[in-house]
């Protein structure tokens, strides 16, 4: 018996974006541990997805150019699908991978600053993207919590390994996530045993506030900024740092840099000061001074520019902050 599910059939659509879209600088993000759900490749990427129940595999692959955008998305599932079903996925998928977000005023407003203008040049129309559902991203933040990079990938890859399953589909084999309700039926001590610590309570309270339908993504996507701060926060286990993360890479507001977490605050006072360490407090005032109405989408782009370099070649001091 296999022990993967096969995704054999196919149905192509082509989705054009929000002009700029830069399909290699928003599907891949550099600074992103690695999964086993997901792989990219130059102007192709695939990843599982859970819609309505059904485990799907989609890839992506690049048909257009920044200024004229357009994607072409493979789904692959296991049995045919039905128009309503697509008719359902398509503003999902647009919606995680932010086909929507006009940046042009940014990329056009910054284009001859000091610090953004080469980065901009290279990375025009980079956004952020969700790729995941609310729930999975609380998950993937969770792992993240006071771990290193290589022990956050341990800790998912045991959560896949146990709750989720894997798909075949384009020749590849990946790990999916879970639903909810699949994770809620094991005790805290069950998920304790899969080695993620003190974290087993966490993944044991948000499970169930999901499971029990206490939360809507799609509500949330509609509420204001301080509006979906406040609903977050009642999320157990889920700090300031991590609401800040989710309202820039799942709710796209752009200006929402209120914190910045130890490791950040090293990298940015050598990208930004060329020195060691920095206070906190003097890189938030560099981003509100300069970029207002844009702040963390410019800490976005310089963050990112950063771990492309590595990706090619690897920087010392980055490297001793990332320990993978």
Not at 10 to 37: G, M, Q, R, W
Not at 145 to 150: D, E, I, K, L, Y
Not at 210 to 223: C, S
Request: hydrophobic share 40%.
């Amino acid at each position: 018996m296999a022990e993967y599910l096969a995704l054999n059939k196919k149905t192509s659509i082509i989705l054009e974006p929000k002009v700029p879209y830069n399909f290699d600088a928003n599907f891949y993000k550099p600074s992103h541990f690695p999964s086993s759900d997901n792989v990219w490749e130059k102007e192709k990427y695939w990843i599982t997805m859970i819609w309505k129940s059904k485990r799907l595999g989609l890839k992506f692959e690049n048909a257009g150019t920044i200024k004229k955008p357009k994607i072409k998305v493979n789904i692959y599932t296991q049995k045919e699908l039905l128009k309503e079903f697509i008719d359902s996925l398509i503003p999902e998928i647009w919606w995680r991978f932010n086909f929507g977000q006009d940046i042009s005023e940014f990329c056009e407003k910054f284009r001859n600053d000091e610090v953004l203008d080469s980065i901009i040049k290279k990375w025009q129309g980079m956004k952020p993207i969700a790729a995941n559902s609310l729930y999975e991203t609380l998950i993937i933040y969770l792992v993240l919590q006071n771990a290193t990079a290589r022990r956050s990938v341990q800790m998912l890859e045991n959560l896949f390994d146990r709750f989720g399953k894997k798909v075949k589909f384009d020749g590849r084999i990946f790990s999916t996530f879970w639903e909810p309700k699949d994770m809620a039926k094991s005790t805290e001590q069950e998920i304790r045993d899969l080695k993620v610590g003190y974290r087993a309570k966490y993944f044991t309270k948000i499970t169930r506030q999901f499971a029990n339908k206490g939360i809507n993504e799609f509500t949330l996507r509609k509420m204001s900024k301080e509006e979906v701060k406040k609903e977050m926060l009642k999320f157990y286990g889920i700090g300031p740092a991590s609401v800040e993360y989710l309202l820039f890479e799942d709710f796209y507001f752009l200006d929402s840099l209120e914190i910045i977490p130890p490791w950040e605050q090293k990298i940015m006072s050598r990208l930004i000061f060329n020195q060691k360490l920095v206070s906190a407090k003097k890189i938030l005032e560099f981003f509100k001074q300069r970029y207002t109405g844009w702040e963390k989408l410019a800490f976005h782009y310089i963050w990112e520019d950063v771990f492309w370099k590595r990706k090619y070649q690897p920087i010392e001091w980055l490297e001793k902050e990332i320990r993978l």
